[in-house]
């Protein structure tokens, strides 16, 4: 992670009046935190998941959303934790709808961070074949949110 992105982080933090802030990316773990009258900022990084515990005291694995294993099907995945919007405006129509065709440049939906809106673009060509996620629900890092057949 690049040392620009982290302050631009920490000053978003800073303008949005926020003491914490986690995100992974890549396999890198950032959480800051902020507190106190020094202002003190801490950052940890991990390459890698800690590796689960195994032996008879390890409790069942955690739920992962089943994927598709059809070579013809893409995930588009969340970048970071939001709240998803899929148009952009409550009265407008949604960006894109199943059975729509997609560029990589097509906007899918968009993710506010931080008060900031992002958007979230197709990044292939296809077919939007289902909408995994719905309006204005919040949205964690790498969870599936549209299912689109390559073409």
């Given at each position: 992670m690049q ?23 890549n396999?890198?773990?950032l ?24 032996g008879?005291l390890?409790?069942?694995a ?11 099907m ?9 709240t ?8 407008a129509?949604?960006?894109v ?36 996620v719905?309006n204005?629900?919040?949205v964690?890092?790498?969870?599936p949110?549209?299912?689109i057949?390559?073409?």
């Amino acid at each position: 992670m690049q040392l620009d992105k982290v302050k631009e982080i920490i000053d978003l933090m800073t303008a949005n009046g926020l003491a914490e802030f986690e995100m992974e990316e890549n396999g890198v773990r950032l959480s800051i935190k902020k507190g106190g009258a020094a202002q003190v900022v801490q950052t940890v990084a991990a390459l890698a998941p800690p590796a689960p515990k195994a032996g008879p005291l390890a409790g069942p694995a955690p739920a992962v959303p089943v994927e598709d294993d059809d070579p013809r099907m893409a995930f588009i995945k969340a970048p970071f934790v939001g709240t998803l919007y899929r148009a952009p405006a409550p009265d407008a129509e949604p960006y894109v709808t199943v059975g729509q065709e997609v560029s990589p440049e097509t906007v899918l939906c968009v993710v506010e961070a931080m008060k900031v809106m992002n958007e979230i673009k197709a990044e292939i060509k296809g077919i939007v074949h289902e909408v995994l996620v719905e309006n204005a629900h919040a949205v964690q890092y790498g969870q599936p949110l549209f299912k689109i057949e390559k073409i």
